[in-house]
């Protein structure tokens, strides 16, 4: 069995070195920009992150495609040129935790003040505020996915009340279930934290937008832990220095990393991190990856496969 491994951002040898160790009787096959794949053997598997078109087109045999990674907006943007082949995401794979941390974190933060007495303490003020109580403090989720559950379950532990939006109808015990576009500007204005954990299709990209984030409460907060696409820039922009959001986490950016002349950078109601909520834990994603290839090489069924017709 031949795996052909590839990184955009080149760091592969951990990888090759993890998956011949798991896979001792596969034949690795470590692809580099530039290099042809005509005079080989034909590779049975991918597996991916950030591929380009020139390695996509040269996978002409392989059985399926494994993404290092949860989301496939980076991999489906290709369409057509795609292999019609399965292509399978991580499902979870340590990744569910660090959301959950990354979220309830961020929440707690904006309960409990601290960015307010971050700012006051910088300026040597020592003012205690009024405090909130968590009935007012409703955090919604878009997306309750394999990772957007496990955050609203933490959310849920910490007392928070939990509203979650899907494409699907829910019906989950303690968590007010909303579904679908329709429901949306409903969903919105009684989150006074959004969290977006939404995978990137053509339905999301641009979802929030001046007309969807007014419709959160006046003093609403954001977290955007998805992609950076989901949210317009300026539009986030706009709404924070009028007051109506008083604040935004965000992992995620439309151009990564993030440019410096943006003016995220310089807004101090946004507090920025690069693209670490939740980072693939290379262990772990060897393992569900080798896993999921000997299940398909006994012809058995596997899950996380990519829906390309829904785009996620
Ligand atoms: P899943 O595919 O498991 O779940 C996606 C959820 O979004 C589902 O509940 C789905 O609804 C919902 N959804 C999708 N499209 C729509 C829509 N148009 N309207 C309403 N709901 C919609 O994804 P994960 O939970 O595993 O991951 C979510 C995203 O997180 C990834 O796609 C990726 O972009 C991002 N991510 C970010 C990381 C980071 O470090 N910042 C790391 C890993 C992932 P339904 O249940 O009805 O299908």
């Known amino acids: 069995m031949r795996i052909l491994l590839y990184r955009g951002d080149g760091v592969i040898e951990p990888w090759a070195h993890d998956f011949a160790a798991r896979l001792p009787h596969a034949e690795l096959v470590v692809w580099r920009e530039g290099m042809s794949l ?25 059985k399926a495609i494994f993404l290092m990674g949860a989301g496939a907006d980076a991999i489906l943007k290709f369409g057509d040129a795609l292999p019609h082949v399965p292509i399978v995401r991580l499902g979870d794979a340590g990744m569910a935790e660090q959301m959950a941390e990354y979220v309830a974190y961020a929440t707690l933060r ?19 505020l009024p405090e909130r109580r968590k ?30 939006w899907s494409r699907s109808p829910r019906d989950l015990p303690g968590v007010e279930c909303y579904a679908g576009m329709e ?49 317009a820039d300026p539009d986030l922009l706009a ?5 109506h959001i008083a604040g935004a986490t965000l992992d995620v950016f439309r151009n990564e990393p993030l440019p410096a002349p943006h003016p995220f950078w310089s807004e101090p109601r946004i507090t ?19 896993a999921k290839i000997e299940r398909l090489e006994r012809d058995e069924a596997i899950d996380d496969v990519i829906d390309r017709v829904r785009g996620y």
């Not at 403090?137 to 928070?160: C, I, N, S």
């Not at 995978?199 to 929030?208: D, G, K, S």
């Not at 954001?222 to 950076?228: E, K, T």
């Open 110 to 128: 904006y309960f409990r003040r601290f960015d307010e007495y971050e700012q006051q303490a910088r300026q040597g003020i020592w003012n205690p």
């Open 183 to 231: 429901s949306l500007d409903d969903f919105l204005a009684g989150s006074q934290v959004l969290v977006c954990m939404l995978p990137l299709t053509p339905e999301t990209t641009n979802l929030l937008d001046r007309a969807r984030l007014s419709q959160l409460p006046a003093g609403a907060y954001l977290i955007n832990v998805a992609r950076g696409a989901q949210v």
């Open 239 to 243: 709404l924070i220095r009028s007051g």
């Open 135 to 164: 009935a007012d403090f409703t955090v919604g989720v878009l997306g309750l996915g394999k990772l957007g559950m496990p955050v609203l379950h933490a959310l849920r532990q910490l007392g928070f009340p939990v509203r979650g």
């Open 272 to 290: 920025i991190t690069p693209h670490i909520s939740a980072l693939t834990l290379r262990e772990e994603a060897v393992q569900q990856i080798a």
């Open 38 to 62: 005509a005079a080989q053997p034909p590779c049975d598997y991918a597996v991916l992150w950030a591929p380009t078109r020139s390695l996509l087109d040269q996978l002409t045999q392989v």
